[in-house]
C-alpha cells in the first residue's frame, strides 16, 4: 500500500511542474486524496460492502469535487489534475499512466445493466472538460482535447477533438514533405496547414495542397507529351504568384496565433 502511495506521488511530480514537495503534494493536491479514497471504496465495493463503499465515495466527492464510482477500475499512476467536477462511472475501465484534467466525464449513454462506460488504455490523457460517453475503447497513449465530446472508439496514438470527436491522424512524413513544397510553390505560409494544432480550416487547405500537386503532376506529365509531339504550348511560363501578394494574409494568420496577453 505504501509503495503504491508513494508512487502516486511520484507521478505527481512527474506530470505537474507546480508542484514543489511531497508535503505540498500530500496535503494539497485533491486529485491524489480521490485516487486514495477510491481504493478503499472499491475494496470494499469488490468484498460485498457496496453500502459503505458508496458512502467512503461520497465522502470522497465531498472532500475533493471529484466523483468516482466504487465499482471503477483504475491502473496504476494515475493522475487527477485540479480535478474538479470529474465524475467516473460504475463500468470505466482506467490503465496505468492515465492523466484526467478538470471537468472530464466518463459517462454512459444507455440506461442498460453491464458495461456502459469507457475504457482508457495506459498514457491516455484527457483534456479539460472533455466527456467520454459509451462502452468504447481509447487506445493507449491517445489525447482527448478540451471540451472534446467523444461517443467511438480512438485508435491508439490518435487525437481526437470537437464536437462531436473527431480523429484526427498525423500524415506521413512523405505526404507532409508534398504538402509544403506545394505551399512554398504556391506562395502560402507553410505553418497554416500543420498538424501540431489540428484545425478543420488547415486540414482543408492540406486537402486542397495535396489535390494540387496531384494536378501538378498529371500537368507535367501532359506537357512532356505535347512536347514529345511537337507542340511548344507548355513553353509557356505560368503566372507568378508574389510574396506580397499573401503578406497580409500571413500577418492577419500570425497575429490570431499569437495568445492574448
Same mark, same amino acid.
Given at each position: 500500500?505504501?509503495?503504491?502511495?508513494?508512487?502516486?506521488?511520484?507521478?505527481?511530480?512527474? &506530470?505537474?511542474?507546480?508542484?514543489?514537495?511531497?508535503?505540498?503534494?500530500?496535503?494539497c493536491?485533491?486529485?491524489?486524496h480521490?485516487v486514495?479514497?477510491h481504493?478503499?471504496?472499491?475494496?470494499l465495493?469488490?468484498?460485498?460492502?457496496k453500502w459503505l463503499?458508496?458512502?467512503?465515495?461520497n465522502?470522497?466527492r465531498?472532500? $475533493?469535487?471529484?466523483?468516482?464510482?466504487?465499482?471503477a477500475?483504475i491502473? &496504476? &499512476?494515475f493522475?487527477?489534475?485540479h480535478g474538479?467536477?470529474?465524475v467516473?462511472?460504475? $463500468?470505466? #475501465?482506467?490503465?496505468?499512466d492515465?492523466? @484526467?484534467?478538470?471537468?472530464?466525464?466518463?459517462g454512459? $449513454?444507455?440506461?442498460?445493466?453491464g458495461?456502459?462506460h469507457p475504457? @482508457?488504455e495506459?498514457?491516455?490523457v484527457?483534456?479539460?472538460g472533455?466527456?467520454?460517453?459509451?462502452p468504447f475503447?481509447?487506445g493507449a497513449?491517445?489525447?482527448i482535447?478540451?471540451?472534446a465530446v467523444v461517443t467511438?472508439?480512438v485508435?491508439?496514438? +490518435?487525437?481526437a477533438?470537437?464536437i462531436?470527436?473527431?480523429?484526427?491522424?498525423k500524415s506521413?512524413g512523405? *505526404? #507532409?514533405a508534398?504538402?509544403q +513544397?506545394m +505551399? #512554398?510553390?504556391?506562395?502560402?505560409?507553410a505553418y497554416g496547414?500543420? *498538424?501540431?494544432?489540428?484545425?478543420?480550416?488547415?486540414?482543408?487547405?492540406?486537402q486542397?495542397?495535396?489535390? @494540387?500537386?496531384?494536378v501538378?503532376?498529371?500537368?507535367e506529365?501532359?506537357?512532356k +507529351?505535347?512536347?514529345?509531339l511537337?507542340?511548344?504550348?507548355c513553353?509557356?511560363?505560368l503566372? $507568378?504568384?508574389?510574396? #506580397?501578394?499573401?503578406?497580409?494574409?500571413?500577418?492577419? *494568420?500570425q497575429?490570431?496565433?499569437?495568445p492574448?496577453?
Amino acid at each position: 500500500m505504501f509503495e503504491r502511495m508513494r508512487e502516486d506521488i511520484q507521478s505527481v511530480f512527474h &506530470r505537474d511542474p507546480a508542484a514543489r514537495n511531497t508535503f505540498e503534494v500530500v496535503t494539497c493536491y485533491p486529485g491524489l486524496h480521490a485516487v486514495w479514497l477510491h481504493r478503499a471504496a472499491h475494496s470494499l465495493w469488490r468484498s460485498g460492502w457496496k453500502w459503505l463503499a458508496r458512502v467512503v465515495s461520497n465522502f470522497g466527492r465531498w472532500l $475533493t469535487g471529484i466523483e468516482i464510482h466504487p465499482g471503477a477500475r483504475i491502473g &496504476r &499512476r494515475f493522475f487527477i489534475d485540479h480535478g474538479m467536477g470529474i465524475v467516473i462511472g460504475e $463500468t470505466a #475501465e482506467i490503465g496505468n499512466d492515465v492523466t @484526467l484534467y478538470q471537468g472530464v466525464t466518463l459517462g454512459g $449513454t444507455s440506461w442498460n445493466k453491464g458495461k456502459r462506460h469507457p475504457t @482508457l488504455e495506459d498514457g491516455v490523457v484527457v483534456g479539460a472538460g472533455a466527456k467520454v460517453l459509451g462502452p468504447f475503447t481509447v487506445g493507449a497513449g491517445a489525447k482527448i482535447g478540451s471540451n472534446a465530446v467523444v461517443t467511438k472508439a480512438v485508435p491508439a496514438g +490518435a487525437t481526437a477533438v470537437g464536437i462531436p470527436g473527431k480523429i484526427i491522424v498525423k500524415s506521413d512524413g512523405e *505526404q #507532409e514533405a508534398k504538402r509544403q +513544397a506545394m +505551399a #512554398e510553390k504556391i506562395g502560402f505560409d507553410a505553418y497554416g496547414v500543420g *498538424q501540431d494544432m489540428p484545425d478543420p480550416v488547415a486540414r482543408a487547405i492540406g486537402q486542397l495542397l495535396d489535390h @494540387l500537386h496531384a494536378v501538378d503532376g498529371r500537368l507535367e506529365g501532359m506537357c512532356k +507529351a505535347l512536347t514529345a509531339l511537337g507542340s511548344d504550348y507548355c513553353g509557356k511560363d505560368l503566372p $507568378t504568384l508574389r510574396d #506580397e501578394d499573401f503578406a497580409d494574409v500571413c500577418k492577419d *494568420q500570425q497575429a490570431s496565433d499569437k495568445p492574448a496577453a
